[in-house]
């Protein structure tokens, strides 16, 4: 081999060294670069947010509000349903500082947890609900509107849509103060005139006393409310014992065609008495859901006989 051939053309020139000039003169030549160092800045800034995550949010929202504070410590007392007093409405239609005080604690125990001690809606269990609670220094938005007997209105009968509970439980001369109270947040509420007091007596009824709902402890509800459920399961087990037992009755034998869960009918049968005397209510509590009802797609074929049948059967076991 000769070694002092050339291999290589005589055009092409190798260089030693980069010309850094070109580079600049073709910034394109750059685009390689440009992308690594794009790949770093995004890995480096999104590591540094995932480390210092805390760091970066720390204080910067406000913490979740202790509500716990407002929340009622006691048991309902016992209450039976009552009458209350009627009242002189022109006198509980003027803020006297007796009422004005009685207001402000019932606004303590009942409003406080979401209208604020300022009355401005800001109270810290109403951070979390949507909408957010009434502020009373607010003209605007009112639903029922902003007189006395509108906001007795409120008082009586709430807004289910908006979150604001009744307090038809409170007595009238009550709901006035907590009126009169929450009133005073702001200087601009409408003076009442001598139409609206006549048409809040008219309406509600107050010169001839309101009516109060019965109370009971919510423990002994709930003792009433398991003990009824129980006595219902007892009462069920007991029929399909008897079901089982004499299963060759012919209405035992519809039942048993047209019901895939029988403890299931039964429980949706025995919230109801209007259907032992009545047939079409009987075919209507059936057929209006029937796979939920524990029944199946039997039952709307069978013939008006086999109905009557079935629902004589039903009638007898309840009644047992």
Known sequence: MDDNKNYFDDDEIFETEVDWW?????PHRWAPLYFIVTIVLIVTCGSYF???????????HAPMPDTTANEATGELAMKRASLSEGLDINLYYVPSDTLLARGKELYDVN????????????????????????????????????RIVDIFKTLKEGIPKNGMLAYDFMPPADRFAMIHYVRSFAGDYPEPTPDEIAMADTVHSISLGDSIPAQIPVALAMEKVIAEDSTIKANIDDILEYVGVYNERPGARIFDLVSTD???????????????????????????????????????????????????????????
């Open 262 to 320: 029988k403890r299931k009918s039964l429980e949706v049968l025995s919230r109801s008495t209007a259907w032992r005397n009545n047939f079409n209510n009987f075919t209507a509590i059936i057929t209006s859901n029937l796979l939920d009802n524990g029944f199946c797609s039997v039952a709307s074929r069978l013939s008006t006989r086999q109905w009557a049948t079935l629902h004589s059967y039903m009638a007898e076991l309840f009644t047992e």
């Open 50 to 60: 995932v480390t210092n995550f805390n760091t970066i949010f720390e204080n910067k």
């Open 111 to 146: 409003c406080f947890a979401c209208h604020g001690t300022e009355g401005d809606g800001q109270g810290p269990a109403g951070v979390a609900l949507n909408p957010k609670p009434r502020s009373f220094k607010n003209p605007e938005g009112w639903t029922n509107g902003r």
């Open 22 to 26: 070109k580079i600049f003169k073709n």
